[in-house]
């Protein structure tokens, strides 16, 4: 039951974490994520002491976890790290491509929603950190859920989309031309391919067709997901009908993978319209956090990749 109406709405989520991936920006982290990100996990660990039990929440693949593993072992101390994600994590990944001695200082927990960390953990945690994740949940549940998990005086440290970022510029684009591909026709005619109802012809002459009388905006041409399809469209055009009757596996999963990604897409631009509000993070507040530090995050001091929160736990007054 819990199945059904919590992960399969995050299927293309985990589908994205086995594919082999490190972070949520592979684009401009192909290993992990470095620099000022980098440095401010950094300060987080310095303000923990050795034994220290923290959370990393939304790991997706465990990028911030393997982080803080990474800055214990040069800070030589051991932490207690358990790195939760509603998805899928892709351990046999995360294994085959990090240090050993940085994973055996965490614990993978698949299948957990923020709003359900009681139901996996139980320890009082010193820290609890996330990472573009946080900001995806209920708010008002994962804030109470992270709060009852939180010791007195812990922190509460992570970093959440900005709409003001670059990525969210590109990923509106993006959005576009995905809309602009549904709209003029590309995906329905592959999948009759794929599904026998047009032949080979029938998919080539369509392409032809849809080439022909749909004009792309100007702003799509330079972008790499049109690029992309323009370059796959063409090499449809150009396929013997046999090679092309061999290759229906990988065009549904060519369609798939995009569609995958279109949901994933529309994920994180309702999440930008989420954290464009002001003080959309009050339910922490509400719920007996106290904010002490709000900054934007510059990659490389002019890239603004998101926004960093650090908050404390405090003990709420009764009434």
């Not at 109406?5 to 982290?29: A, C, I, K, M, R």
């Amino acid at each position: 039951m819990i199945k059904s109406e919590v992960y399969v709405n995050h299927t293309h989520w985990s589908n994205y974490w086995q594919s082999g991936v490190q972070t949520s920006l592979p684009q401009d982290f192909k290993d992990n994520y470095d620099g000022e990100i980098y440095y401010l996990w950094e300060q987080v660990v310095s303000r923990l002491n050795s034994g220290a039990r923290v959370v990393d929440a939304c790991t997706g693949n465990g990028a911030v976890a393997l982080i803080l593993a990474d800055i214990a072992l040069k800070q030589q101390k051991q932490l207690i790290i358990t790195a939760v994600d509603i998805s899928e994590i892709n351990t046999q990944y995360i294994k085959e491509n990090n240090p050993k001695e940085q994973i055996a200082m965490i614990n993978f927990k698949s299948h957990c929603p923020i709003e359900r960390l009681a139901d996996l953990i139980n320890d009082q945690q010193d820290a609890i950190v996330s990472q573009f994740g946080l900001e995806y949940s209920d708010l008002t549940q994962s804030a109470v859920a992270l709060h009852n998990l939180m010791k007195e005086n812990g922190e509460l440290s992570f970093i959440a989309h900005s709409p003001k970022s670059a990525v969210f510029t590109y990923m509106d684009l993006e959005s576009r031309i995905y809309t602009w591909l549904d709209e003029i026709g590309l995906f329905a005619i592959i999948k009759k391919f794929i599904a026998g109802q047009v032949s080979a012809n029938g998919l080539k002459n369509g392409i032809v067709s849809v080439i022909e009388n749909n004009k792309p905006d100007t702003s799509y041409l330079g972008h790499g997901l049109f690029q992309s399809w323009q370059k796959t469209m063409f090499m449809l055009i150009k396929q013997p009908n046999q090679q092309l009757k061999q290759q229906k596996q990988s065009l549904s999963l060519f369609v798939t993978q995009h569609q995958a990604a279109q949901k994933r897409l529309q994920d994180m631009l309702n999440v930008a319209m989420k954290v464009s509000k002001n003080n959309w993070y009050q339910p922490f507040v509400d719920c007996g956090f106290e904010l002490e530090e709000s900054n934007d995050v510059l990659y490389k001091n002019q890239h603004h990749i998101g926004r960093y929160y650090r908050f404390r736990s405090m003990v709420l007054e009764k009434p």
